[in-house]
């Protein structure tokens, strides 16, 4: 489901410079309907988030298919720029994004106690392979029939992919103690060890307070975060390639994402907990996109984007790792949605600001930087944070 409806976010990002082309807009346009995009799914996440912890997941699906389908047609009827800012907020973003993302991560945290962090990154993973199956597609139908014929025909492929998985969601996931017994139940290992339990961790910190430092935390790395994501394609085209070869490099950038979600994020938060895994992720990213302003050939492109893949896939699923080891699973819904809010709207100013700057002084050099700026904000934060935690024992456990 992720993975189709992921596809709005990386049509727009292939588009951007084609659609202020037609319609003879700056780049700070189609940049700001991107950034729309983001924020409306972080303010739909928060009551998505409440309905999943109210009545389970089976309505956020049939919502998301309706939003993306509809989106994907509207666009192509726009022609002042207004309409395409409702599109990107109200149906790819409030109730497209809103109902996928941050809900179904927080859902699928339900199912799992052990390895709770290689089920979000494995979920997280669809908009990472969105991005590596969409974009050279997209870049292709573009080239060969424009830029409208490519938005309905993802409509129609999303309508007709996602309406019948939502059967899947009907389930509910069981409760913490029927996790805990289940899991216990499976004894030792294939080698004869004890199972690692689930990491269950808690700090000195109220569950008030420690979602207000993740949401401020979140802000620093998705600001970094929303610049390459947004800008990276056309960033290669002013460089000098042709629009397929920047959607080659934004694809391994996405292929790299993936693998760091199906493999890292697991690894990470499961062994070490989600607070060192961000931290960890962070850095990376950090350091990727202060290189990106001095790619100067193809070759350190390619290995700045993959680098970038591998660090900014594995934060965001993290935070959904974070809120579930450190807060009751009945709250995870809404306690994710009031972070990804968060890092959302912190996405669309970073995507907004990139294609400001670069209307400004033409160049994404300043983008880049204050990007390194608050990326390192987010270290200091969670640096401190990591330095208030303490293992506790697991919800529901007996003597």
Not at 78 to 88: G, I, K, P, R, T
Not at 298 to 319: A, Q
Request: aromatic share 12%; hydrophobic share 50%; glycine share 12%.
């Amino acid at each position: 489901m992720i993975f189709v409806g992921s596809g709005s976010l990386f049509l727009i990002a292939v588009t951007l410079k084609d659609l202020a082309g037609e319609f003879g807009w700056p780049r700070e346009v189609p940049s700001l309907a991107f950034s729309l995009q983001f924020i409306g799914g972080g303010l739909g996440g928060i009551l998505m988030g409440y309905l999943l912890d109210r009545v389970g997941a089976v309505v956020l699906p049939v919502v998301a298919t309706f939003a993306v389908v509809s989106g994907s047609i509207l666009t192509t009827l726009v022609d002042v720029q207004w309409q395409l800012f409702a599109v990107y907020l109200f149906l790819f973003g409030f109730l497209g994004q809103g109902s996928l993302y941050a809900p179904l991560m927080a859902n699928i945290s339900k199912w799992y106690d052990r390895r709770r962090g290689m089920a979000v990154g494995i979920v997280a993973s669809g908009q990472s392979l969105s991005g590596i199956v969409w974009p050279p597609i997209f870049t292709a139908t573009v080239t060969e029939v424009g830029w409208r014929n490519g938005f309905i025909g993802f409509g129609i492929i999303a309508g007709i992919i996602m309406l019948p998985m939502c059967l899947i969601f009907v389930r509910k996931p069981p409760s913490t103690e029927q996790l805990q017994a289940a899991e216990q139940s499976e004894g030792p290992d294939s080698k004869g060890r004890p199972r690692r339990g689930a990491r269950n961790s808690a700090t000195d910190l109220s569950y008030l307070q420690l979602q207000i430092v993740l949401c401020v935390a979140i802000i620093g790395c998705c600001i970094s975060m929303a610049l390459p994501l947004a800008h990276l394609v056309s960033f290669g085209t002013d460089f000098g390639l042709s629009l397929n070869e920047a959607g080659w490099i934004f694809s391994a950038t996405l292929t790299a994402a993936f693998v760091s979600r199906i493999l890292f994020v697991g690894l990470l938060s499961d062994r070490f907990g989600g607070l060192w895994a961000l931290f960890c992720f962070s850095a990376l990213q950090a350091a990727m996109v202060a290189l990106l302003a001095y790619a100067d050939s193809v070759f350190l492109l390619y290995i700045v984007g993959i680098g970038f893949g591998f660090g900014y896939g594995g934060v965001f699923p993290v935070y959904a790792v974070i809120i579930r080891e450190y807060m009751p699973a009945r709250e995870a819904g809404r306690r994710t949605g009031i972070v990804f809010l968060f890092g959302a709207v912190s996405m669309g100013v970073g995507s907004w600001m990139g294609g400001a700057i670069f209307d400004a002084y033409d160049s994404y050099d300043l983008a880049f930087l204050i990007g390194v700026v608050a990326n390192c904000i987010n270290l200091v934060i969670i640096g401190a944070l990591l330095t208030r935690t303490r293992p506790r024992e697991p919800e529901g456990a007996t003597a």
